[in-house]
């Protein structure tokens, strides 16, 4: 059993800062990828920012250059520092690992709300 706790989210005003972090515990041989995804209300949930188990990382159009993702090998965990936070970037931000067990599962975080307000 795996379990992902996140924590971070809040309300910020339009250009402030949050770091989102995604921590897994449990029975966990290694993880492959990590990542974040939000989702706005009325809106599909998207891919915001990932990392593969070598570190490249993959950013959606909308946050480049603004928010970096990491991740923690050690403590199992994965990191979201957004910086230039805008109002549209308000939603829930998900996170979600590839972990290895016995085989490869998807797992995803219960989600945190971030709030930016103009």
């Known amino acids: 059993q795996v379990q992902l706790v996140e924590s971070g989210g809040g309300l910020v005003q339009a250009g402030g800062s949050l770091r989102l972090s995604c921590a897994a515990s449990?029975?966990?041989?290694?993880?492959?990828?990590m990542g974040w995804y939000r989702q706005a209300p009325g809106k599909q949930r998207e891919l915001v920012a990932a990392i593969t188990s070598g570190g490249s990382t993959n950013y959606a159009d909308s946050v480049k250059g603004r928010f970096t993702i990491s991740r923690d090998n050690a403590k199992n965990t994965v990191y979201l520092q957004m910086n230039s936070l805008k109002p549209e970037d308000t939603a829930v931000y998900y996170c979600t690992l590839e972990v290895v067990t016995n085989a490869a599962y998807d797992y995803w975080g219960q989600g945190t709300q971030v709030t930016v307000s103009s």
């Open positions: 449990g029975s966990i041989f290694s993880i492959n990828a």
